[in-house]
């Protein structure tokens, strides 16, 4: 019996590699919504130069499950040339206006690639999927561009690690904690997103001078160096 072809598809996330060989790439990895924004637009690419591919695109909610409101994406497929650039649009619903204001909330932008069906038998295909966060700010917290927030962050020392405080409104992805002194990072330590105005314990080497490593709205990885008083490590500066 002559088998059909068939396609695998392969979900990548924004802490691995989800553009080094994807034929449709996204712009960015993390997209940031303000409130006072009608729409916003993100910049996808077919990065394949012979093969034209469809690009399908949706958001998710903080559970990760396919919503249909309160924000939407269009188009929500379309077709890319080889090499072609162009772009897709998220808009807020008129029932996004019934988000927490006070705070941020954490929706899903996912992006697929389809890749032109194959005119050979028995064939493989790869279809890469990307999922980057999507955060909803709403108008009465958006500050100006540069403003440090995650300077706001307290850490206090564990048994076996830290319990990281966010006392902002705003949603805080921890990607490191290492000592002050170079050499003695902490390779084990897992990246957290910490939600607004709550607490999250991680599993951490303790240092005396700790620094922490964030992700900032642009994707970067600045750090902040703490000082600590007994259990308590606060803030002193930025590197």
Same mark, same amino acid.
């Given at each position: 019996?002559?088998?059909?072809?068939?396609?695998?598809?392969?979900?990548?996330?924004?802490?691995?590699?989800?553009?080094?060989?994807?034929?449709?790439?996204?712009?960015?990895?993390?997209?940031?919504?303000?409130?006072?924004?009608?729409?916003?637009?993100?910049?996808?690419?077919?990065?394949?130069?012979?093969?034209?591919?469809?690009?399908?695109?949706?958001?998710?909610?903080?559970?990760?499950?396919?919503?249909?409101?309160? $924000?939407?994406?269009?188009?929500?497929?379309?077709?890319?040339?080889?090499?072609? *650039? +162009?772009? #897709?649009?998220?808009? &807020? !619903?008129?029932?996004?206006?019934?988000?927490?204001?006070?705070?941020?909330? $954490?929706?899903?932008?996912?992006?697929?690639?389809?890749?032109?069906?194959?005119? *050979? +038998?028995? #064939?493989?295909?790869? &279809? !890469?999927?990307?999922?980057?966060?999507?955060?909803?700010?709403?108008?009465?917290?958006?500050?100006?561009?540069?403003?440090?927030?995650?300077?706001?962050?307290?850490?206090?020392?564990?048994?076996?690690?830290?319990?990281?405080?966010?006392?902002?409104?705003?949603?805080?992805?921890?990607?490191?904690?290492?000592?002050?002194?170079?050499?003695?990072?902490?390779?084990?330590?897992?990246?957290?997103?910490?939600?607004?105005?709550?607490?999250?314990?991680?599993?951490?080497?303790?240092?005396?001078?700790?620094?922490?490593?964030?992700?900032?709205?642009?994707?970067?990885?600045?750090?902040?160096?703490?000082?600590?008083?007994?259990?308590?490590?606060?803030?002193?500066?930025?590197?």
């Amino acid at each position: 019996m002559r088998k059909s072809a068939f396609m695998v598809f392969v979900f990548l996330t924004i802490t691995s590699i989800h553009t080094a060989f994807a034929a449709i790439a996204l712009d960015r990895t993390r997209v940031i919504y303000e409130g006072d924004n009608k729409a916003i637009s993100l910049n996808i690419s077919n990065e394949n130069k012979q093969l034209p591919y469809l690009a399908q695109a949706w958001v998710e909610d903080h559970e990760q499950q396919k919503v249909t409101g309160p $924000l939407i994406v269009t188009p929500p497929i379309q077709r890319l040339e080889p090499g072609a *650039k +162009s772009m #897709v649009r998220i808009s &807020a !619903l008129p029932e996004a206006k019934a988000l927490p204001q006070d705070r941020e909330t $954490l929706f899903y932008f996912n992006l697929r690639e389809i890749p032109p069906r194959s005119d *050979k +038998s028995n #064939v493989m295909q790869i &279809a !890469l999927q990307t999922k980057v966060k999507l955060f909803y700010r709403p108008a009465s917290i958006v500050t100006k561009p540069g403003t440090v927030w995650q300077n706001q962050l307290v850490l206090h020392k564990t048994a076996t690690g830290y319990q990281i405080e966010n006392p902002t409104p705003y949603y805080i992805t921890v990607a490191g904690i290492a000592a002050r002194a170079k050499g003695r990072e902490d390779n084990g330590f897992v990246p957290v997103t910490l939600a607004p105005k709550s607490r999250t314990d991680v599993k951490s080497t303790v240092f005396d001078a700790p620094v922490v490593t964030y992700i900032n709205d642009y994707g970067g990885r600045p750090e902040l160096a703490f000082t600590c008083v007994q259990q308590r490590c606060s803030v002193n500066g930025t590197r």
